[in-house]
């Protein structure tokens, strides 16, 4: 088990809004691309950060949108299509979000509209 499992989505939370924020977007965006990929409400968002909850439990809770598998390429070298580990991939789906995001891709073509 990765240890990235057991880490609090809180803690990651604020470098995602670092990198996205020094490349001029704004925190709503990545929250938007954060509530499209696991169908959760900001609220619902805001109780898993206050929470402290883990990113293994934080995926269990989520409903991933069904273009999710539409997400391609590469996060820290590796195809986020070809992983097999189903939780990695939808942290790596995040991660990949959050990349585009800060690269400054329309929003609606991150979220796959």
Not at 44 to 64: M, N, Q, R
Not at 101 to 106: D, F, H, I, Q, S
């Amino acid at each position: 088990m990765s240890r990235l499992y057991s880490m609090s989505v809180n803690r990651v939370y604020p470098l995602y809004l670092t990198k996205v924020t020094k490349k001029g977007r704004t925190a709503e965006e990545l929250d938007a691309v954060i509530l499209w990929l696991t169908g959760f409400t900001k609220q619902t968002l805001a109780k898993h950060l206050k929470a402290e909850t883990t990113f293994e439990d934080f995926f269990a809770a989520a409903k991933i949108h069904p273009n999710a598998s539409l997400i391609t390429g590469s996060i820290c070298g590796i195809k986020v299509q070809e992983i097999e580990d189903p939780l990695m991939q939808k942290i790596r789906y995040l991660d990949k979000l959050v990349d585009e995001l800060a690269k400054g891709r329309p929003l609606e073509k991150i979220l796959r509209s």
